[in-house]
C-alpha cells in the first residue's frame, strides 16, 4: 500500500480499546471522554483519545458510525414528541385481586372470639395428642399459633383496659374484589429504549421512573411547528452626538424631559 493511499477500517485491524472508542465516540463528541469509557487509563485518556482520532482509519469509521447514527428531522420530531406525550399513567396495569370489606366490632367481642380460639387449640391439641413444644423446647406449629392467639388477646384486654369496653375496632369482612394498580416493567423497559423516558431503577420500594421535562419537550415542539419565539429583551443602545443637532431640537428634547406643571 503506498503512503498516498487511506486505509479503510476493513483494512485494519482494530484493538478492543480502539473499536469501544469508535462506539463511545459519537455519544458526546469528547476524545478524552470516550477514551476514558472505552477502557483507556485515565491519566492517558487525553493523549489517547487524540492519538485515535487523527489516524485516518479510525476517522473514518467514526464517521461511518455517526452516519449509521443519524436521525431524520420527522424521526426527532417523533422523539420530542414521544417525550412531550407521555406520561407515567401509560405504565400502569389495573388488575383485580382478593381484598376484604372494612367491617367495625366491638374490642369486647373480638376479644371473647379471641378466647373461643384459645379454648379451641388446646382442647384440640389435648384430644389429638399434638404437643405444644418441641424435643428442644421451642414451640411447635400449633403451639406458635397458640402462642399468637394468646398474644392478641392481651392486646385486645389492653385496649379495653384503657379504653373502655365501648371501643371499636376496623376488622377485616367477607372477601371482595378489589382494583390495584402495578406499573409494566416491561412497558418501562421498552420505553426507556424508545427514548420515551429519561431512566429507570429498582429500588427496595419498587421502580422509580424519570419521565422527561413535558413543559420543555411541549415548547421544544412549539418552537420545531414556528409558534413559539423565546422572548428576547431588545434595549435601545443608540448614541446621540448632541453637538450636531440645531438649537430648536435640542429645545424640543430639554421640554421633553422637564417634569409637567399642574
Not at 476517522?59 to 455517526?66: G, H, P, S, T, V
Not at 385486645?156 to 406499573?183: N, T
Request: glycine share 6%; hydrophobic share 40%.
Amino acid at each position: 500500500m503506498s503512503g498516498s493511499q487511506e486505509e479503510s477500517p476493513e483494512a485494519v485491524e482494530l484493538t478492543d480499546k480502539q473499536r469501544r472508542f469508535i462506539e463511545e465516540y459519537p455519544k458526546d463528541c469528547n476524545k478524552a471522554a470516550a477514551a476514558r469509557r472505552a477502557g483507556y487509563e485515565p491519566q492517558y485518556a487525553a493523549q489517547m483519545g487524540y492519538e485515535n482520532y487523527i489516524k485516518p482509519y479510525i476517522r473514518k469509521a467514526i464517521d461511518q458510525r455517526m452516519r449509521e447514527l443519524a436521525i431524520s428531522g420527522d424521526e426527532a420530531l417523533k422523539n420530542v414528541s414521544d417525550m412531550a406525550t407521555t406520561r407515567l399513567n401509560d405504565f400502569l396495569v389495573v388488575r383485580q385481586v382478593q381484598g376484604y370489606e372494612q367491617v367495625e366490632m366491638y374490642v369486647s367481642v373480638l376479644a371473647a372470639k379471641q378466647r373461643e380460639e384459645i379454648e379451641f387449640i388446646e382442647e384440640f391439641a389435648g384430644r389429638e395428642n399434638i404437643r405444644l413444644f418441641d424435643s428442644e423446647g421451642g414451640l411447635t406449629a400449633i403451639g406458635k399459633r397458640l402462642q399468637k392467639a394468646k398474644e392478641q388477646l392481651l392486646e385486645y384486654e389492653l385496649e379495653m383496659l384503657h379504653h373502655g369496653k365501648d371501643l371499636i375496632r376496623l376488622v377485616a369482612g367477607k372477601p371482595i374484589a378489589v382494583e390495584v394498580a402495578d406499573l409494566d416493567l416491561v412497558a418501562i423497559a421498552r420505553a426507556k429504549e424508545e427514548g420515551r423516558i429519561k431512566s429507570y431503577k429498582l429500588t427496595k420500594d419498587g421502580v422509580s421512573v424519570e419521565m422527561y421535562d413535558a413543559l420543555a419537550a411541549n415548547r421544544d415542539l412549539l418552537k420545531i411547528d414556528g409558534r413559539f419565539v423565546d422572548r428576547v429583551e431588545v434595549k435601545d443602545t443608540t448614541e446621540v452626538d448632541y453637538s450636531k443637532l440645531s438649537k430648536e431640537a435640542l429645545a424640543e428634547i430639554l421640554n421633553a424631559t422637564q417634569p409637567k406643571q399642574d
